[in-house]
């Protein structure tokens, strides 16, 4: 999943601002993305015209119930006219009662992985879907559209930066396999194999342990790779790397 995006963020303010101007009956609005695959159920990307409307999507995000869940895993709005006297969904019934919410509805748009559930809510009983759902619908594609491209746009740019990375980092990779491949006497497949063991060991990147490998010429290399290959006593060995006939190891 791409980073959190500055740009999906103000996209998810407009976005609510404008669906609660469609519905003269609401009280606000909130735009929520549901990215798959996405992060944990606090760090949805969401946007509301008040304070409060706030906790009603994040109770549903932690409690997996409510008509944002609902609407996603159908695909299909989903509404309740009347909290006061509709029992499903009960935490976010109890949010929304208390908040002085007594009706909502969401509209689920779906664009390559994203979802944007739009919401809207009342202060009075009544159904809110019908009468702005026209205008909504036309806010949700479009920026739904919109929101999509942007977040494929980000993710074509973190993947980019990271395969520049690997590329510039392979250089230094290639000569900390020659050093281990000279100081082991190994061929390069294992000389590769046992830099990246030695890396996964030590919590550090292979290209960072590359780099201090070619820093300090391989100044007792040969004793430290050595022991992944030789391990202490009670310890299931790995099979050494192959050497050559005249290495002194």
Not at 158 to 173: H, I, K, M, N, Y
Request: include cysteine.
């Amino acid at each position: 999943m791409p980073e959190r995006l500055p740009s999906l963020d103000r996209g998810l303010a407009v976005l609510a601002e404008q669906a609660a101007s469609c519905t003269p009956t609401g009280c606000g609005a909130t735009a929520t993305a549901l990215l798959d695959p996405g992060p944990g159920p606090g760090e949805q990307p969401s946007a509301a015209t008040h304070p409060d409307l706030s906790a009603l999507v994040a109770v549903q995000l932690a409690s997996g119930e409510g008509p944002i869940p609902a609407a996603r895993a159908t695909g299909r709005p989903a509404a309740a006219d009347d909290l006061l006297h509709d029992r499903r969904w009960p935490d976010y019934r109890a949010t929304a009662l208390d908040a002085g919410v007594r009706s909502s509805a969401t509209l689920p748009f779906v664009r390559e992985g994203l979802t944007i559930a739009i919401s809207v809510y009342g202060l009075r009983p009544g159904p809110l879907a019908e009468p702005a759902r026209g205008a909504i619908q036309l806010l949700g594609d479009l920026a739904t559209e919109s929101l999509a491209r942007d977040v494929r746009y980000r993710a074509a740019l973190t993947e980019l930066g990271r395969l520049d990375a690997a590329l510039r980092s392979r250089p230094v990779v290639d000569q900390a396999c020659g050093i281990v491949m000279h100081a082991l006497g190994c061929d390069a497949d294992a000389a590769f194999d046992l830099l990246r063991r030695a890396s996964q060991r030590t919590n550090r990147k292979l290209a960072q342990l590359a780099g201090t490998v070619v820093r300090t010429r391989g100044r007792d290399i040969e004793r430290d790779l050595l022991r992944l290959v030789r391990p202490g006593p009670g310890r299931r060995a790995t099979p050494a790397p192959a050497r050559r006939a005249d290495a002194p190891c």
